[in-house]
């Protein structure tokens, strides 16, 4: 029996339209309410205009294909797939229910549609304003799919074994008992650890009162499965430290650092050389994390905005940010020019000027086909951000003076305005390298940096901090990453 669930308003949901391509196969999609499109700052009287695709059905053959979209206004990736690489999941075979039974026609209608939703197997999401696809607690098989393959559709079917498709390269299949298998054990493991949480809860309860009797106290009963072990120790804080104890130890250490510098300060500086070391390789991990998913150039910028230390490894030399999103074509960084660098930085030593253009990881740097044989031309998004780049600099050397009065910042030269271009990723094959370097080492105005290799210079930082014995110096550790 199909659940119950909530009654969609379109005011507040969006509404449904429905498409029949030809007989007995449609297309659904999703037109976004208003609250939505004046979240992202988009018209509301052109929702029409922004209509994306949620579903395919077709009745003949049995399947029904499910585009995945994020279907929440204030969020940067609205209206775009919600996973990384996965585009679509096909659902094969008996688990799609139409209308009026087995032998009934695909729905035509946003309620037709409703009802086929409500009828989909357990794990998915079944409620449209909220995005389709798989329900929070199992988007661990998108991630296991994304990252054992470049496929861009998972289809669950009983007809074919679990792994990518041999002839098209676009399809992972998972056969429905694995599928079924991994969300029963998903489903097992939030047992097990609530299971754990509610034995730590109760030993703990009984050990405060045991003490204060006298009497003595106990351990958590653990069980005998593995996960259920571990999940007992995280939840007594044997594992890690919880987020209080974090900001207890934080506190202590702040109000303590003068007097344990006095004291002990080889200890204290191990200790700050541990913290610095661990910050950075969870920065490191969150970029690879980063470089896996489509992100928009919004969320890069602001990744770079909360790290500007990466920007002073694009350059090499020392630098502080004066200005992300500044206006360097009108009277103020802060106004509304129509000349927007990312980021607007200067050397620290002297207080030369740069310009930091961010794109995304998947901008294209080279033009597919050879211009010649084992040439490759730079491609328009590469070409074009580099003019994009020397234009803003153009007007900003133009207007740095006024901005410097308008805005009091004196200490801004502008002696050669260097320009920085983070885009893309290092292409693959030799010829297609060789084109490249020989591009950007030619680019002499503007300095183009690949993320990739960015995050090779964490790495290698990381490698120097750890080193022990004769390390390598920074300088020459930058000058490896640059070469």
Not at 46 to 59: E, F, H, M, V, W
Not at 92 to 112: L, M
Not at 266 to 282: C, F, P, Q, S
């Amino acid at each position: 029996m199909a659940l119950s669930f909530r009654q969609h308003d379109p005011v507040r949901d969006g509404v449904l339209e429905v498409e029949e391509h030809h007989p007995n196969f449609v297309e659904v999609y999703f037109v976004p309410p208003e609250h939505s499109l004046l979240a992202a700052s988009l018209d509301p009287t052109q929702a029409k205009s922004y209509r994306t695709k949620l579903l395919d059905i077709n009745g003949q053959h049995r399947f029904l294909t499910i585009h995945p979209i994020s279907t929440f206004g204030d969020k940067s990736d609205f209206l775009k797939p919600k996973y990384g690489r996965i585009e679509r999941i096909t659902l094969d075979g008996t688990d799609i229910v139409f209308p009026g039974g087995d032998d009934g026609g695909v729905p035509t209608t946003p309620e037709g549609v409703l009802e086929v939703l409500e009828e989909l197997p357990p794990a998915f999401t079944k409620d449209y304003a909220y995005g389709l696809g798989l329900a929070k607690p199992y988007r661990f098989i998108i991630d296991a799919v994304e990252e054992l393959s470049d496929c861009t559709e998972i289809v669950i079917t009983s007809d074919h074994p679990t792994g990518p498709d041999q002839q098209n390269s676009q399809f992972f299949y998972i056969a429905k008992k694995d599928f079924e298998q991994a969300r029963r054990a998903m489903n097992s493991i939030d047992s097990l650890s609530q299971s754990a949480v509610r034995a730590v809860k109760e030993t703990t309860a009984y050990n405060i009162l045991a003490e204060r009797l006298g009497m003595p106290t106990q351990n958590p009963k653990a069980g005998r499965h593995p996960y259920r072990k571990l999940f007992t120790a995280v939840a007594q804080g044997q594992e890690e430290l919880s987020e209080e104890d974090q900001n207890a130890v934080i506190r202590a250490l702040s109000s303590h650092a003068a007097s344990i510098a006095e004291v002990q300060p080889e200890k204290l500086a191990k200790l700050r050389g541990d913290i610095e070391l661990v910050t950075l390789e969870a920065l490191i991990k969150r970029y690879e994390e980063m470089l896996g998913e489509k992100l928009v150039e919004g969320r890069w910028q602001a990744f770079f905005n909360e790290n500007p230390f990466i920007l002073n490894m694009a350059f090499g030399y020392p630098v502080i940010k004066v200005r992300d999103q500044a206006s360097v074509g009108g009277r103020k960084l802060s106004g509304d020019g129509e000349k927007i660098t990312d980021f607007l930085v200067k050397n620290s030593l002297t207080n030369n000027t740069a310009i930091f253009e961010i794109k995304t990881p998947q901008t294209a740097i080279l033009n597919k086909t050879p211009f010649r044989e084992g040439v490759f031309t730079p491609s328009a998004d590469l070409s074009g951000s580099i003019n994009q780049a020397l234009d803003q600099k153009y007007h900003f050397q133009k207007q740095v003076a006024q901005i410097k009065d308008n805005t009091r910042l004196y200490d801004l030269e502008s002696y050669a305005v260097h320009c920085c271009l983070v885009i893309g990723k290092t292409p693959e094959g030799d010829d297609q390298k060789k084109s490249f370097e020989l591009f950007r080492r030619n680019s002499k105005d503007v300095e183009v940096v690949t993320f990739d290799e960015l995050l090779e210079k964490l790495k290698q930082l990381s490698v120097f901090l750890r080193a022990t014995e004769e390390p390598a110096t920074l300088q020459e550790l930058k000058g490896d990453a640059n070469g």
